[in-house]
């Protein structure tokens, strides 16, 4: 069963900085096979990027998802006010098949 | 607009069942997938299971085997999850989802508003 360990699980940041949110596998995975979402409070979380690094729909291009591997990240190159909130990586494994969340990274305003 | 619309807040005593509805508007019912991902209080996303509204196949997690029963009316564009013999760890919020593409089976998009189910005695 994959596991997915994000880091940092709470990030400081200002508004105008530059995000960077880690998702490590336990196991090497398929980029199709990975998700971000973004969750604000008392709110359904949201899909932000799917198949490693393609952006859903409306979502603005300060939203990035590279990695490949083991290894994926999430960046956000302007963080705007409406950014603050918890992200979740997300594995769909086909086998059985199965979806697993990361724990989740709550960004927060310095 | 494609939303999804889920039934209203729950309390139910330990060992009872709880069905949550979830209605579909603003897109073809049958050619997507719903899934149902729980979140308990201050945690984490869990995924549930899915069905195929279409041909009504359901796949769920380990976890919730024999417990859950996901079913979908195609003539109301909604789909059901009920969750029995209930604890009261899983008191949560469960949410259904849509899967992005027709017919596939990944990436939640959009997702309902949410359903409160809590479990005390």
């Known amino acids: 069963e994959i596991v997915l360990t994000q880091s940092p699980g709470t990030m400081s940041l200002s508004p105008g900085e530059r995000a960077t949110l880690s998702c490590r596998s336990s196991q090497t995975v398929s980029r199709n096979n990975l998700a971000w979402y973004q969750q604000k409070p008392g709110q359904a979380p949201r899909l932000l990027i799917y198949?490693?690094?393609s952006r859903a729909t409306g979502i603005p291009d300060r939203f990035t998802g590279s990695g490949s591997g083991t290894d994926f990240t999430l960046t956000i190159s302007r963080l705007e006010p409406e950014d603050f909130a918890v992200y979740y990586c997300q594995h769909y494994g086909s086998s059985s098949p199965t979806y697993t969340f990361g724990q989740g990274t709550k960004l927060e305003i310095k | 607009q494609v939303q999804l619309v889920q039934s209203g807040a729950e309390v139910k005593k330990p060992g009872a069942s709880v069905k949550v509805s979830c209605k579909a508007s603003g897109y073809t019912f049958i050619d997507y997938y719903i899934h149902w991902v729980r979140q308990a209080p201050g945690q984490g996303l869990e995924w549930v299971g899915w069905i195929n509204p279409n041909s009504g196949a359901t796949n769920y997690a380990q976890k919730f085997q024999g417990r859950v029963t996901m079913t979908g009316d195609t003539s109301i564009s909604t789909a059901y999850m009920e969750l029995s013999s209930l604890r009261p760890d899983d008191t949560a919020v469960y949410y259904c989802?849509?899967?992005?593409?027709?017919?596939?089976?990944?990436?939640?998009?959009?997702w309902g508003q949410g359903t409160l189910v809590t479990v005390s005695s």
């Open positions: 198949d490693a690094s």
């Open positions: 989802a849509r899967v992005l593409i027709p017919r596939a089976q990944r990436w939640f998009d959009p």
